[in-house]
């Protein structure tokens, strides 16, 4: 294999883990948001309105300044339901309270 065909294949290698690294960074905030939803419905006392629930989530991030405080607060949650299997509605209740109610 010749110079010019090395080039070419690091380069193309570079081109492909790029465009990957940029899919990866564009949609992992989506992906992390799906799966605290539906962690959150799944863990969600019985009785529960899942549309009741999804709209305080949406609202606590809404309230957030920018995307890295989302961020933050989306892998806050993430962390406190990997801790229990379900949620009673007090822990429910805080875990999706905003700032000013805590």
Known sequence: ??????????LVLFV???ILYGAAR??????VLH?????LMQKAPAGT???STLERLHALLAAA??????MARLLDISGQLEKVQTLTPAELDSLLATEEKR
């Open 49 to 51: 309105n899942p549309a």
């Open 16 to 18: 492909i883990s790029s």
């Open 35 to 39: 799966v605290v939803e539906q962690t």
């Open 65 to 70: 300044p920018d995307q890295n405080a989302r």
């Open 1 to 10: 294999m010749t110079i010019r065909n090395r080039f070419v294949t690091m």
């Open 26 to 31: 564009h949609y992992s905030p989506s992906l």
